[in-house]
C-alpha cells in the first residue's frame, strides 16, 4: 500500500476523520471552497510559477484537509499513524500512466523554465495566450504531481498565470464530461486540440456569457449539463448540428452526443426546423462584436461583498465550480428528473412550459438523456482521439 488510504484502500487518510470516500469528498468540496475563495481574493500563495508555486497552491487548497498537502507524491511524507506516504507510480483505471515519480522533479522544473522564457506568458494576444496556456495544463496533467486535488491546482496555478499576464479563464461554465474528455484527449491520445479549443472559449467574454446564459437555461430544466459535452460553437469551424431550438438570441443544437450553443443572428434563414440536421460555418470573428457579460475580476470579486449584484454572481460562479468538483460518476435519471419531463411542479412549471412550447426543450433534454445513456452502455462514439476534429 502507497500509505494514503485508510485499510479500506480507497479513502484517503485525513485531518476530518471521514472514513469513508464519499463523505470524504462531501466534506473536502466544502473545505477547498473556502481556500480557493481566498485564493481569488488575493489571499493565496504568490509566486513565480514554478514548482513551488503550484505546490504552495495545493497547500493552501488542502491544508486542512490532508497531512501531505503541498507534497508531490514522490516524497515520503511521514504520517501521524507512523506511515509513511508515497506514491511514485500512478494511473487512471484503463489508462496510460502519468510520470512516474523520480521524474517530477525536473518534469516540473522544465515546465517552470519554459514559463520563465516566456516571460509567464505575459504580452499575447488572446488567442495565442489561450493555446499556450492550454499546452502548460495539458503537461502540468500529464506529470500529476500530487497524489489528489491535481486538476484543482492547476486550474487555480494557470487561472492566476491568466490575471498576470492580463487574460480571466473561467472554468465555472466547463462542464466535468467536456474536461474529462480534453484531458484524456491529450494524456492517452496526444491530441492537444480538444483542450486548446476549451481554453480559447473560456478566455473570450462573449463565448463565456453565452454559455454561462445556455448553462443557466439548462439548469432551470433540472439538466445535469455537467454529464455532457456542453459548449459554444466554434468560429470558423464547421460543425453538423442536429436543430433543437430558439431562446431569443441564442440556438440550441446538439450532435450525437453534445449540446452546442451560438447566436440565433448566426443561423441560416430560413431557420432550420426542429429536428432538422444543417451544417453550420462560423466566421472565424463570429462572437468579436458581441458584448457580454464577462466572468469577475480579482477587484469585483472584492467589491461583492458590499455589492449585492456582484455578490450573486459570484455566487453563481462557485456554485457552478462546486458542482464541478463533486464526483465525475454517472448521474443517473432520476424519478425526480423523469417528473420533471412530463410536469414541473411549483414555481417551475410556467417556465417549463414556456420553454417546451417555445423550442421543444423537453423533447431536446429526453434525446440527450438517451444518447448519454446508451454511450455509458455501449461506449462512446468518435474513436481513438476523442472529438479532436469536429469544430468544437
Do not use: C
Not at 466544502?30 to 497547500?59: K, M, N, S, W, Y
Not at 446564459?213 to 439538466?223: A, D, V, W
Amino acid at each position: 500500500m502507497s500509505g494514503y488510504t485508510l485499510a479500506d484502500g480507497v479513502t484517503l487518510k485525513n485531518k476530518l476523520g471521514a472514513t469513508d470516500e464519499d463523505v470524504l469528498a462531501e466534506l473536502e468540496v466544502r473545505e477547498v471552497r473556502a481556500r480557493l475563495l481566498e485564493i481569488e481574493l488575493g489571499a493565496g500563495p504568490t509566486g513565480q510559477f514554478d514548482a513551488e508555486h503550484l505546490r504552495a497552491i495545493h497547500r493552501h487548497l488542502f491544508q486542512d484537509v490532508y497531512e501531505w498537502a503541498g507534497h508531490t507524491r514522490d516524497e515520503r511524507v511521514p504520517l501521524p499513524d507512523g506511515t509513511v506516504a508515497s506514491e511514485p507510480i500512478l494511473r487512471k483505471p484503463e489508462g496510460q500512466p502519468f510520470l512516474i515519480g523520480p521524474a517530477i522533479p525536473a518534469a516540473l522544473a522544465d515546465i517552470a523554465a519554459k514559463l520563465r522564457e516566456a516571460d509567464n506568458l505575459r504580452g499575447l494576444p488572446r488567442e495565442e495566450f489561450a493555446e499556450r496556456a492550454a499546452d502548460v495544463m495539458v503537461e502540468l496533467n500529464a506529470v500529476h504531481p500530487f497524489r489528489e486535488g491535481n486538476g484543482r491546482s492547476q486550474r487555480a496555478f494557470i487561472q492566476e498565470l491568466a490575471r498576470e499576464a492580463g487574460h480571466t479563464l473561467d472554468f465555472s461554465i466547463v462542464s466535468r464530461e467536456r474536461m474529462v474528455q480534453a484531458s484524456v484527449a491529450a494524456h492517452e491520445h496526444g491530441d492537444l486540440s480538444m483542450m486548446r479549443r476549451l481554453f480559447d472559449e473560456i478566455s473570450d467574454p462573449a463565448r463565456v456569457a453565452l454559455l454561462r446564459e445556455s448553462i443557466g437555461m439548462l439548469e432551470k430544466l433540472e439538466f445535469k449539463w455537467n454529464d455532457h459535452y456542453v459548449a459554444t460553437i466554434a468560429p470558423g469551424h464547421s460543425v453538423n448540428l442536429v436543430f433543437a431550438g430558439i431562446a431569443g438570441d441564442q440556438f440550441m443544437a446538439r450532435t450525437q452526443s453534445d449540446i452546442l450553443f451560438g447566436r440565433t443572428s448566426e443561423l441560416p434563414k430560413p431557420h432550420p426546423k426542429r429536428d432538422e440536421q444543417f451544417t453550420l460555418t462560423l466566421p472565424p470573428r463570429a462572437y468579436a462584436e458581441t458584448s457580454h457579460e464577462r466572468p469577475l475580476s480579482s477587484n469585483e470579486i472584492l467589491a461583492s461583498a458590499n455589492d449585492p449584484v456582484l455578490r450573486q454572481r459570484y455566487l453563481k460562479e462557485e456554485q457552478r465550480r462546486e458542482d464541478q468538483i463533486k464526483s465525475a460518476a454517472p448521474t443517473p435519471v432520476t424519478a425526480e428528473r423523469a417528473a420533471a419531463r412530463g410536469k414541473v411542479p411549483g414555481e417551475k412549471q410556467a417556465e417549463y412550459e414556456k420553454f417546451v412550447s417555445d423550442h421543444n426543450g423537453d423533447k431536446f433534454v429526453r434525446d440527450l438523456d438517451d444518447d448519454h445513456s446508451r454511450e455509458r452502455e455501449h461506449g462512446r462514439p468518435g474513436g481513438k482521439g476523442g472529438r479532436g476534429g469536429r469544430g468544437r
